[in-house]
């Protein structure tokens, strides 16, 4: 028993580094606080994804539409990125869910949830939530 629960310890903290990798190698914030104020200088909404290390379907965002490098442009051209861990990163009440990933846009102006997706998403679903 003692081996399976270092086990998943191990298991966690290794999912935990691939997150902060990714928001290294991708740019994307982990703070949303300092994210919106980097939207309101640069005019840009807010473009957030919360996910959790135990999140298949997060991984799957990630790695099969996120790292898509179309995708990558288009979005770091329209919006200020920020990715929020619930297992890692503290997150504001708004944003909490028992369902992940959960996608949201977010105006720079007024700080208010202009949509919502709840779920994995294709690409060309992801592109047409973010540009509708």
Same mark, same amino acid.
């Given at each position: 028993?003692?081996?399976?629960?270092?086990?998943?310890?191990?298991?966690?903290?290794?999912?935990?580094?691939?997150?902060?990798?990714?928001?290294?190698?991708?740019?994307?914030?982990? %703070?949303?606080?300092?994210?919106? @104020?980097?939207? +309101?200088?640069?005019?840009?909404? !807010?473009?957030?994804?919360? =996910?959790? &290390? /135990?999140?298949?379907?997060?991984?799957?965002?990630?790695?099969?539409?996120?790292?898509?490098?179309?995708?990558?442009?288009?979005?770091?051209?329209?919006?200020?990125?920020?990715?929020? %861990?619930?297992?890692?990163?503290? @997150?504001?009440? +708004?944003?909490?869910?028992?369902? !992940?990933?959960?996608?949201? =846009?977010? &105006? /720079?102006?007024?700080?208010?949830?202009?949509?919502?997706?709840?779920?994995?998403?294709?690409?060309?679903?992801?592109?047409?939530?973010?540009?509708?």
């Amino acid at each position: 028993m003692k081996a399976i629960f270092i086990l998943l310890i191990v298991i966690e903290l290794l999912n935990g580094q691939t997150y902060k990798k990714f928001t290294d190698v991708y740019s994307y914030e982990t %703070n949303y606080e300092k994210a919106y @104020l980097k939207a +309101r200088r640069e005019k840009k909404n !807010i473009l957030l994804i919360t =996910v959790a &290390n /135990y999140c298949s379907w997060c991984k799957k965002l990630e790695n099969r539409v996120l790292k898509d490098i179309v995708l990558q442009k288009e979005i770091h051209k329209s919006f200020i990125l920020v990715i929020v %861990n619930n297992d890692i990163d503290k @997150l504001q009440e +708004r944003f909490i869910t028992n369902i !992940i990933p959960v996608s949201y =846009v977010i &105006n /720079y102006k007024t700080d208010k949830i202009i949509k919502k997706k709840v779920g994995y998403q294709t690409k060309s679903d992801f592109l047409y939530f973010i540009k509708e």
